[in-house]
Nanobody, 121 residues
Framework: QVQLVESGGGLVQAGGSLRLSCAAS????????LGWFRQAPGKEREFVAA????????YYADSVKGRFTISRDNPKNTVYLQMNSLKPEDTADYYC??????????????WGQGTQVTVSS
């Protein structure tokens, strides 16, 4: 089992950047595919990005491709989401997720509590 804690959310102006972090507990972090999802007010949760166990493969939603970058630091048990050129439509609660079996969009077994990102116009 793995526990996930997100951080790094906040308020930013359109065009700005934020870096989200997700710290995981446990000794087997490198055995998990990791993903980022988001849920905007009144909308369903959607896939944002994912990264393979060794970081060699990444996946992105079309809406964030070229603006967001997912990465991981296995010795630090942390996954990151660098978000550049932010838009108001990126406003959402962002969640990280982990699973030992899936690839890409999931479904994922373990979830964090989320961190809020607000992009002002």
């Amino acid at each position: 089992q793995v526990q996930l804690v997100e951080s790094g959310g906040g308020l930013v102006q359109a065009g700005g950047s934020l870096r989200l972090s997700c710290a995981a507990s446990g000794r087997t972090f490198n055995l998990y595919t990791l993903g980022w999802f988001r849920q905007a007010p009144g909308k369903e949760r959607e896939f944002v990005a994912a990264i393979s166990r060794d970081g060699g493969a990444t996946y992105y939603a079309d809406s964030v491709k070229g603006r967001f970058t997912i990465s991981r630091d296995n010795p630090k048990n942390t996954v990151y989401l660098q978000m550049n050129s932010l838009k108001p439509e990126d406003t959402a609660d962002y969640y990280c997720a982990a699973d030992p079996r899936v690839i890409g969009r999931g479904p994922y077994k373990y979830w964090g509590q989320g961190t809020q990102v607000t992009v002002s116009s």
